[in-house]
């Protein structure tokens, strides 16, 4: 899956800017990417992960 998929995937999860850490985890194991995929695209966006749980954002 390429970065603009998961770019789409995470602008429709995200509300107001903000992706909470369970919910970008879910997300990246929906779409069968890393952790890091799913961060990236958020840093591209500008959604803010929050509660993260495990430090990988």
């Known amino acids: ?3 603009e998929q998961i770019k789409k ?4 999860a995200a509300q107001d800017k903000r992706l909470n850490c369970h919910d ?3 997300l990246a194991e929906k779409l069968g990417v890393d ?3 799913v ?3 958020c840093d591209e966006l500008e959604v ?3 509660a ?3 430090g990988c954002f």
Do not use: N, P, T
């Open 48 to 50: 803010k992960i929050f």
């Open 35 to 37: 952790y890091s995929q």
């Open 24 to 26: 970008a985890r879910a």
């Open 52 to 54: 993260c749980e495990l």
């Open 1 to 3: 899956m390429d970065l």
């Open 39 to 41: 961060g990236k695209a």
């Open 9 to 12: 995937e995470v602008e429709q």
